[in-house]
Each structure stands twice: as structure tokens, then as C-alpha cells.
């Protein structure tokens, strides 16, 4: 198993039902050319290594990113303003994901 992978399935455990009530919402990632989407819908998600044909927001950035983010070391905002993350489509919902997908 990748270590995208890895990251992806604790994502999938730290998803925060109640934070994502309400949010029907695809997040797709592009991760070192490695594509994974998650389906948020009303406090499920599903989270699937493969691109979406309509995702509501993309991101790209390398796995190295991803892991700081998802694990806290840095932050998200501040590695887009750095420019280590890039974001297309509705760039707002990005700023969810720390609430979606808490670190643990």
C-alpha cells in the first residue's frame, strides 16, 4: 500500500460526521499525478483512488504536502499561500477540510 494510501484511509477514519452535516461536497486530489476523490453527503464520505468527473473543488499538491497537512505539521492555508498546494473550482471548500478530516 502506498503511502498515499495510507494517508487516504486515515482521512477516512478521522472523517468527522457532524462536522459534514449538511455538506454535499466532492474533494478531488491530485497527488504526485495519483488521482483520489472524496464524496462528502450529509455526514457520510467515501473516499475513492480514482478521478471524479465533476469534482466541486481539486487539489494538487505532492504527497509530502498532503502528509503535513493531514497530520498537522503544517497548515493548509499557509502551504497554498506558499504555493504548495494548488486549488481549482470552488477554492472555499478547501478551507473545510481541517474541519471535515481533523487531525487526530
Do not use: Y
Not at 37 to 42: E, F, G, K, S, T
Not at 84 to 101: D, P, S, V, Y
Amino acid at each position: 500500500m502506498s503511502n498515499v494510501s495510507e494517508i487516504f484511509k486515515k482521512m477516512g477514519e478521522s472523517f468527522d460526521a457532524d462536522a459534514a452535516s449538511g455538506v454535499e461536497e466532492i474533494f478531488q486530489f491530485d497527488i504526485d499525478d495519483e488521482m483520489w476523490h472524496a464524496v462528502i453527503d450529509d455526514g457520510t464520505c467515501v473516499i475513492v483512488e480514482a478521478e471524479h468527473d465533476d469534482p466541486s473543488v481539486t487539489l494538487t499538491m505532492d504527497a509530502e504536502t498532503l502528509a503535513e497537512v493531514m497530520n498537522g505539521e503544517t497548515d493548509g492555508m499557509q502551504a497554498f499561500m506558499a504555493g504548495r498546494i494548488k486549488a481549482t473550482g470552488n477554492m472555499m471548500l478547501a478551507t473545510q477540510l481541517a474541519t471535515i478530516f481533523p487531525v487526530a
